[in-house]
């Protein structure tokens, strides 16, 4: 009998003891902070110094395809002595630990949910800076893709209705409520949410595919074809107006040829993809910004599908409508 009992009692423990580690998640407190903003934690001294330098350059590494230089992430130092609080909850945090061995950390949920930490130790200053540099896109991209889930999980809170994109192209994607379709043909989509100073804008449709072929030219073949799609579709607003001398005006987007484009390779929804990104314009218009392409090679249905996101925000930064257009993006599921 004793023993039935201490047995018991054991397996009590054993339950409890479980419950409590499960739910110390649960307890956290949300995480806040702005969009592509980082604290850091490190003393006056180190921030003033190498260190500080180097993580601002890391942090602070322009981004690609905008129409000025704007940043990856807004930064904010915080010393160690005064990191506790509210200021604990921030998103995603970057501490440096001096006077320990070398190395990197990453950990989830430390303070907060969601939450990334990245820890960066070193014995002298030199070895914090080697571990810094050695790691930076390491620590560029394990922010960067914690941001990306954070818009997502944000757009999710208010998702779109609409049918007609999943019945005509076959796909899925998440976008917020707020984005209203501006165009609609049987393989084509222009969906477009308003902003304080313009608007942000997705174009979806799918190419035989024959119409991408991975070659030296593959970029050429991407522009010709957004040019092309842009021509069709993304007319401006003088388009068919006349001039004082009679001639009718054509204004459509195109991409901008004064502008390389960035081009890699990734992957959406387990399938391979092809990125550009570089700025647009309307030719016979005074509208310009940004965008990010990605084609989808979709294999078992024979076909690419493009899904781009661009902006048209004059004279405010723009890294935080990319960021919520890739997020969009990357939300694509293709049936």
């Given at each position: 009998?004793?023993?039935?009992?201490?047995?018991?009692m054991a397996l009590?423990?054993?339950?409890?003891c479980?419950?409590?580690?499960?739910?110390?998640?649960?307890?956290?407190?949300?995480?806040?902070?702005n969009?592509?903003?980082?604290?850091v934690v490190l003393?006056?001294?180190?921030w003033?110094g190498?260190?500080?330098?180097t993580?601002?350059?890391?942090?602070?590494?322009?981004?690609?395809?905008?129409?000025q230089?704007?940043p990856?992430f807004?930064?904010s130092?915080?010393?160690?002595?005064?990191?506790?609080g509210?200021?604990t909850?921030?998103r995603?945090?970057?501490?440096i630990?001096?006077?320990k061995e070398?190395?990197?950390?990453i950990?989830?949920?430390?303070?907060?949910k969601?939450q990334?930490?990245i820890t960066?130790?070193g014995?002298?200053?030199?070895?914090?800076i080697?571990?810094?540099?050695?790691?930076?896109?390491?620590?560029?991209?394990?922010?960067?893709?914690?941001?990306?889930?954070?818009?997502m999980r944000?757009?999710s809170?208010?998702?779109?209705?609409?049918?007609?994109i999943?019945e005509?192209l076959?796909?899925?994607?998440?976008?917020p409520?707020?984005?209203?379709?501006?165009?609609?043909?049987?393989?084509?989509f222009?969906?477009r949410?308003?902003?304080?100073?313009g608007?942000?804008?997705?174009?979806?449709?799918?190419?035989p595919?024959?119409?991408?072929?991975?070659n030296?030219?593959?970029?050429?073949?991407i522009?010709?074809v957004r040019d092309?799609?842009?021509?069709?579709?993304?007319?401006?607003?003088?388009d068919?107006?006349?001039?004082?001398?009679?001639?009718?005006i054509?204004?459509?987007?195109?991409?901008e040829n004064?502008y390389?484009?960035?081009y890699?390779?990734?992957i959406?929804?387990?399938?391979?993809?092809?990125?550009?990104k570089?700025?647009?314009?309307?030719?016979?218009?005074f509208?310009?910004?940004?965008?990010?392409?990605y084609v989808?090679?979709?294999?078992?249905?024979k076909?690419?599908v493009?899904?781009?996101?661009?902006?048209?925000?004059?004279?405010?930064?723009k890294?935080?409508?990319?960021l919520?257009?890739?997020?969009?993006?990357?939300s694509v599921?293709?049936k």
């Open positions: 009998m004793r023993q039935i009992i201490f047995s018991a009590i423990l054993l339950v409890s479980g419950n409590e580690k499960k739910n110390d998640q649960s307890l956290l407190p949300d995480s806040s902070g969009m592509s903003h980082v604290s003393g006056n001294d180190l003033d190498g260190v500080g330098e993580i601002r350059n890391i942090l602070g590494t322009p981004i690609y395809g905008l129409p230089d704007e990856m807004s930064v130092q915080i010393p160690a002595s005064v990191f506790s509210f200021v909850k921030n995603t945090i970057l501490k630990a001096p006077n070398a190395g990197i950390e950990t989830d949920n430390v303070y907060a969601p990334k930490v960066v130790s014995k002298t200053r030199e070895e914090i080697s571990t810094l540099n050695e790691n930076a896109d390491k620590i560029i991209e394990t922010f960067r893709n914690t941001e990306l889930s954070e818009r944000q757009m809170k208010s998702h779109h209705t609409y049918t007609a999943e005509k076959g796909l899925t994607i998440d976008f409520s707020v984005y209203i379709i501006a165009k609609e043909s049987d393989n084509f222009w969906v949410k308003e902003i304080t100073t608007t942000n804008n997705l174009m979806i449709y799918s190419l595919y024959d119409a991408i072929k991975r030296d030219s593959v970029v050429n073949q522009i010709k092309s799609v842009g021509k069709l579709y993304i007319r401006g607003r003088q068919g107006d006349l001039t004082a001398s009679g001639d009718k054509e204004s459509y987007m195109v991409t004064a390389t484009p960035f890699g390779e990734t959406v929804d387990n399938k391979p993809a092809l990125e550009t570089g700025l647009w314009d309307l030719k016979g218009d509208m310009g910004g940004p965008f990010i392409s989808i090679e979709d294999e078992i249905n076909r690419w493009v899904v781009e996101g661009f902006a048209f925000a004059p004279s405010v930064e890294r935080n409508y990319m919520e257009l890739e997020a969009i993006i990357r599921k293709i």
